[in-house]
């Protein structure tokens, strides 16, 4: 099980490179740097937030996690 400060952590590295991308797609695509950053800004704050709901809600599920043993020697 991770930790919650864990969980915020690898949301916003991941984040750093998918702001960087939303970033330079919205300048290309608007042509305005201060619109560019103002959508990877609103972007990165969304996806982290929603990264973190969707970790959280992975800890509760049993799929795919191995059980600890019932006793150690």
Do not use: C
Not at 8 to 31: C, D, E, P, Y
Not at 50 to 63: K, P
């Amino acid at each position: 099980m991770e930790t919650h400060i864990r969980s915020i952590l690898k949301a916003i590295s991941w984040r750093a490179g998918g702001t960087a991308v939303t970033f330079i797609v919205a300048w290309i695509l608007t042509g305005n740097i201060d619109i560019a950053a103002k959508i990877g800004a609103l972007d990165t704050a969304l996806k982290i937030g929603a990264f973190y709901i969707h970790e959280r809600l992975w800890n509760h599920l049993d799929f795919g996690k191995e059980k600890p043993p019932e006793y150690q020697i």
